[in-house]
């Protein structure tokens, strides 16, 4: 979601705040900006100032360079809204002017960038307005630059550790005061940040990504640090003010996912390396053995007797797969939660149950709560499946299995979620290896099939020139129904998604048998029917579905396996994937439906890879 860069250098750091920004774009933003402290340079005459934008970041550094920004001390920010609309004088950083400032173009006191969301910020705004500060925003933020201001005597770190002590809520924050020219700031309570160690200068972020090519050295704050960041060095302290060493990892930040090739957007892009993705994660896969979750699985995975999967959004789908793979397959109860429902729900804890966690970035603010509440209530067994392996989900969870999907910049997933399911079928496996369900012609089974998914993967892309046919279609519509069952109910769901998350097409997604009790009254000629149609044990009762759907006239898209016997007619277009994959077949089914979701935006004109109103990483509730 929001994101921030800092910097404290005794050298011209403005552009590389605003390459940092750039390489956040894809978490999704709707205003940006950059704040700097020009005396770090010796511009006496002045100290802080800003420029902000509701444009985009290239838009944002012409006005840097319009303005003549230079500066040894920064601090950007990229915001994706959610206290005031998208405008300039809601966008980062904020600036406090002191009390009885009633306008924007005094001189700052204070500079300020915050991710997160401040629960009693309006308690807070009442008191700074009865002590003489004036608001020029509509944010929660505003009120923590000016709390900042209204404690401040001569010290910044002293003032934001005071103001941080009385905040309720999400926040990483970076600040700059205008008396210390050479000094960031930085805290952190659920939202991630992190330190970058360099030769001279130090920086803070809110992704390692930001940092790419500037330095690899990285301090990952923990729950309730402050951090204090001077050219010359960086003291971190802990929620109970002492001074504290945090590991410094080298962390190999990639920036390269950047160039698109011969692809028109990134999420084409993404579409496309999935078959490459999922064979990286499941590279050196020789045996299905506890290990493959780390060295402590045996014997977690041997305690354990059910299964709890929390996640959002499409990571919830892909879990929604693994309870029909967990059941059949493995015999082990599950449970998938929508993890801003479960926190905030009653529930029944069990302490042999096992706590799946599902994230493409390992900081879903929603996922990490869901988790610790888990925990609070005794379920200390916890492993997540992740992309990021120097993420906060890895850094709580017991174990962890890292996918491989490499970055994602398009909001919409897609090679993250495949690679997820990849990882929750070897969960599977394993389960049903500790419990004896797995014989050692089923392992070998499974493992040929698992090596096979990335060819077969790529038979599936080639199919791309018949689903841009259909996406003309669906271009046109504005509404569209998805169908599925048993297993490929969530990949209808999760094709659904895509197409309303990019095309901005209403679209809904139903257990097929349902159809008769509710969603048959919106099927019309005009409203396309997306049928996912494997060859399984449920496929004569799907076919039933089908009839239900022609004989009101609708017309149907089905996704066939090419041995489904169903044929295209008047009313039914058929897609044939090249072969029936068994028990894997959700992660070869759900490619034509993200071809059809990217295709479709294409042909509508819309922002494919930026859809309005969204962001790629979801890190405040």
């Avoid at 609309?85 to 966008?91: E, I, K, L, R």
């Avoid at 009653?346 to 706590?355: A, F, G, K």
């Avoid at 089905?558 to 169903?566: F, G």
């Amino acid at each position: 979601m929001c994101g921030i860069v800092g910097a404290a250098s005794s050298r011209n750091i403005v552009p590389l705040l605003v390459q940092g920004l750039q390489r956040l774009e894809y978490r999704g933003y709707d205003s940006c900006g950059v704040a700097i402290h020009a005396a770090s340079l010796g511009q006496t005459e002045r100290g802080l100032a800003r420029a902000r934008s509701t444009a985009r970041v290239s838009e944002l550094q012409q006005r840097v360079a319009e303005d003549q920004l230079h500066s040894a001390t920064g601090i950007a920010h990229t915001r994706w809204a959610t206290h005031g609309a998208p405008a300039v004088h809601n966008a980062h950083p904020h600036f406090s002017h002191g009390t009885g400032a009633t306008a924007e173009t005094l001189p700052g006191r204070v500079a300020l960038v915050h991710n997160g969301i401040i629960e009693n910020h309006e308690a807070l705004r009442a008191e700074l307005q009865a002590a003489g500060y004036v608001f020029h925003s509509q944010t929660d933020t505003e009120v923590i630059a000016h709390l900042i201001d209204s404690v401040y005597q001569g010290d910044l770190l002293a003032a934001v550790r005071a103001t941080v002590a009385r905040l309720h809520g999400a926040y990483a924050i970076a600040v700059l005061h205008h008396d210390e020219p050479h000094r960031v700031v930085g805290a952190r309570a659920g939202s991630p940040l992190i330190l970058g160690v360099g030769q001279g200068e130090h920086f803070l972020a809110s992704d390692a990504m930001a940092l790419a090519g500037v330095t690899d050295q990285i301090v990952y704050l923990e729950e309730g640090d402050v951090a204090d960041l001077r050219p010359e060095g960086y003291a971190v302290y802990d929620r109970q003010s002492q001074p504290t060493a945090r590991a410094v990892r080298t962390v190999q930040a990639h920036s390269g996912a950047a160039e698109l090739g011969p692809y028109s957007h990134y999420m084409q892009k993404e579409i496309f390396e999935q078959p490459g993705a999922v064979a990286d994660t499941l590279e050196g896969i020789e045996a299905i053995t506890p290990d493959i979750f780390g060295p402590a699985a045996q014997a977690t995975l041997s305690k354990i007797d059910r299964v709890l999967i929390l996640a959002c959004g499409t990571s919830y789908y892909s879990g929604s797969v693994a309870k029909y793979w967990l059941e059949a397959l493995a015999q082990v109860p599950c449970q998938v939660e929508i993890a801003s429902e479960y926190r905030y729900r009653d529930s029944v804890p069990h302490p042999n149950t096992l706590v799946v966690t599902i994230t493409q970035s390992g900081e879903t603010a929603d996922t990490l709560a869901a988790l610790r509440h888990a925990q609070s209530l005794g379920m200390t067994h916890s492993l997540t499946i992740c992309n990021v392996a120097t993420s906060a989900m890895v850094r709580e969870c017991e174990l962890a299995y890292v996918t491989r999907a490499g970055v994602e910049v398009g909001v919409a997933s897609t090679k993250a979620f495949t690679t997820q399911l990849a990882g929750l079928f070897l969960l599977t496996l394993v389960l049903m290896k500790l419990r004896g369900r797995l014989s050692p012609a089923q392992e070998a089974e499974h493992l040929r099939a698992m090596r096979h998914l990335p060819a077969a993967m790529q038979s599936v892309l080639a199919l791309e020139p018949q689903v841009m046919a259909w996406a003309q279609e669906f271009a046109e519509k504005e509404n569209a129904l998805f169908l599925g069952r048993g297993a490929h109910y969530p990949i209808a769901l999760e094709g659904a998604l895509k197409l309303k998350e990019i095309t901005y097409i209403h679209a809904e997604a139903y257990a097929a048998g349902e159809l008769k009790h509710g969603p048959l009254a919106l099927v019309t000629s005009a409203m396309p029917v997306v049928t996912v149609a494997p060859n399984d044990t449920l496929l004569e009762k799907l076919k039933s579905n089908m009839q239900e759907v022609r004989a009101r006239g609708g017309v149907l898209y089905v996704l066939a396996d090419a041995d489904s016997h169903i044929s295209a007619s008047d009313g039914v277009q058929v897609i044939r994937l090249p072969e029936h994959y068994g028990v894997l077949s959700p992660l070869l089914h759900v490619i034509p439906l993200q071809l059809l979701a990217y295709h479709t935006a294409c042909a509508r004109g819309t922002d494919v890879d930026k859809p309005r109103n969204l962001a790629k990483s979801v890190t405040v509730e």
